[in-house]
Structures are given as C-alpha cells and as structure tokens.
Nanobody, 124 residues
Framework: QVQLVESGGGSVQAGDSLRLSCAASGRAFSSSSMGWFRQAPGKERELVAAIGWGGGVTYYADSVKGRFTISKENAKNTVYLQMNSLKPEDTAVYYC?????????????????WGQGTQVTVSS
C-alpha cells in the first residue's frame, strides 16, 4: 500500500519554474516506479514523466522534454518534478502515481496508487 500527497503547485508566469513534490507513505515506495501525469480541463489525463524504481531510467513526453526533470529520492520517500520554462499549455492538475514494478509504465491503468493532484496554472 502506498499513499501519495502532492505539493508545490501554484500560479506562475510563462517562463517561470516550479518544483512539484510527491511524498509517499508505505513501505512499498522503494519498489515502486513513479509517474507524473497531468489533466487539463476537457482533456485526457496524460503521462508527463516517469521514473523506474531505482531512479536510473526516465521517460518524458515530447511536450516537456528538455524542460521538466523527474527524480526519485527513496531515502525520503519522495518523487519530484522540476518544471522549468513553463508555458501556458502546461496548465493542468498534476498527479503523481505509483506502479508496482521496476520499469517505466506509460498508461494510467498500470498505476495502482494516485495522489489527489495539485493545480499548476501558467499565464502568458
């Protein structure tokens, strides 16, 4: 069992940076691969970035590649999403999610646990 709580969202201007944090409770965090998803109004939830359970492998959606960085700190049971050069199209509710297994997972159905989400709003 893993419980997830996101923080760090907010309202910023285009070009600014934010760092999202996802604090996990439960002993399974170190054996969980993690993902950050986002959902904008009227759109499907989409995978933004993912990281394997050891932190050695990562995936980024093309729309955020080079601007976002995902990292996982097992000692602190926390996963981060550093977001730089934010754009208005990054506006969404951001969710972290945990999947049991070592690899990278790309679909919502593969993730077992979800946080409540944190709002990110980027204005031009």
């Amino acid at each position: 069992q893993v419980q997830l709580v996101e923080s760090g969202g907010g309202s910023v201007q285009a070009g600014d940076s934010l760092r999202l944090s996802c604090a996990a409770s439960g002993r399974a965090f170190s054996s969980s691969s993690m993902g950050w998803f986002r959902q904008a109004p009227g759109k499907e939830r989409e995978l933004v970035a993912a990281i394997g359970w050891g932190g050695g492998v990562t995936y980024y959606a093309d729309s955020v590649k080079g601007r976002f960085t995902i990292s996982k700190e097992n000692a602190k049971n926390t996963v981060y999403l550093q977001m730089n050069s934010l754009k208005p199209e990054d506006t969404a509710v951001y969710y972290c999610a945990a999947a049991q297994g070592p690899g990278l997972y790309y679909t919502t159905s593969r993730y077992n646990y979800w946080g409540q989400g944190t709002q990110v709003t980027v204005s031009s």
